[in-house]
């Protein structure tokens, strides 16, 4: 059984400064910030090693930071540009009994993760799903489509904060 | 004529067919809602299977973000709809978590006995309609009456049967009912002797078990990986539950067993081990609603119901046993009163993923009892 500090100062002498950094406050789980081109390396070592096990992905969610700049629109909605968008992995150990929080940052213009689906099966359809709704581009996913929208939905990604909603979808009024 | 037949096929040494793909659902009365189902077929084999979501989805997570935290609670009603008291469990506990607020004895243990009962009536709506899937209609006929009087009894603590916005951040809405506790031990009484003529209908049942045992066999490190959680992960072997190995509320203060799968009729982690294993969760249940009953101290029910919810600054990953597998709400706050971003760990949605891997090579009837045995809830599949 780890902490997240120990697990962290493993994964710094691994892979050096393409871990970003352990982040703790008093109000949030600690998390480690790794580098988005480098997560799937580093989750087949966090699921490998011995010490660490970590067998299972609990949760895999997108989210949009909404840090960029943001410029409200005549209409009342607001556009946002720059800033980062982020993918949150919760691991755990069924062996060892630890937990760990994974965080990466993307820009939010190209935003390029590593997919992580072939060390954990489980991340295939949370990686579709953070590509439905927010619009992340998961690298070597192997079937990387929308899962909850229509398919031909072509208004963007509905969780992303200046999301609009569109007037028409083939020729049906949306807000009905 | 017997002989030419024969004669026929020897001479063809491989009957190989051409591929074929067939749609199941979205309206096909096994998937238990509206999912559709690609089947890529060889003959009647099932080579690969492709489920296609989303009919019933709602964004709730976007509803979330334009809400305040309480205002959310009626929508994880409307995700699993039949297990909507855990749905609730999950996010109040979650929230407080990330309010740092404590709650009273009383209201925990009013959380566990409903989040109990919820359990059962959830298992009987899983085991009934597996039944009604494979062509069994009396055990449907009977789960539905057993959960009716439970229903009854959420009916009498909250006013609704089925969407009960009951447990809210920092307590519930109602205290119980004075007759509550009497109708909760003479239902566990009723109930026992009914978990014994099911096991006669079904689950002893010749047909039931060909049906079920050695099909769709799901092993225990494969489960894992493909994150499945709950009656499905257990029924695999794996001894996991969260309200032993994670625990939340006052479940450390119950004695219960955590049924396993054991492989009696054919392989461990079959479809007739799944099913079993909700008939024996169904009875640890009772266990566990017994003691609490029994043990459930007096108090105000809505003394830590906080004024105004706003947390600090923060992010937050929750989880509790749903009926269904590891329920995980994600919130981070701003600080402001809305959340800025629930994400649903949906069990469902994470099971349903590892149809593919369960049905490669059985035959297309097989799809039917191995969907059954996941036992999804589309709501909560689509969110």
Redo the contacts between chains.
Sequence with gaps: MKTSEEIYNLLKEKFNNKIIELTS?????PFIVVDPLIIHEVCFYLRDDNDLQF?????L????NANGEKKPEVDGSITISGGTLSV?Y?LES?EL?HKV?LKVFTPRENPEVQSVSDV???A???EREAYD?IGINFLNHPDLR?????YDWEAGH??RKD?KNPEFYHGMKVPY | MINTIEKNIETQPSLNTEEMILNMGPQHPSTHGVLRLELLLEGEIVKKVTPHLGYLHRCFEKHAEVMTYPQVIPYTDRMDYLASMYNEFGYAITVEKLLDIKVPERVEYIRVIMGELQRIASHLVALGTYGADIGAMTPFLFCFRDREKILSLFELTCGARLLYNYIWVGGVSHDLHPDFIRLAKEFIHYFRPKVVELNDLLTNNKIFIERTANVGILPADVAINYGVTGPMLRGSGMKWDLRRNDPYSVYDKFDFNIPVGEGLMGTVGDSWDRYYVRILEMEESLKILEQALAQIPEGDVSSAIPKRVKPPVGEVYGRVENPRGELGYYIISDGSVNPFRVKVRAPSFVNLSVMNELCKGHMVADVVAILGSIDIVLGEVDR
Aim: hydrophobic letters at 45%.
């Design positions: 406050a008093a109000s949030v789980e067998n299972s992905l609990m949760n969610s997108g989210v949009d949150v919760h069924t009994k929080i954990w099966r489980c295939d359809w949370h709704l929308r899962i909850l929208m229509p509905p969780l999301y």
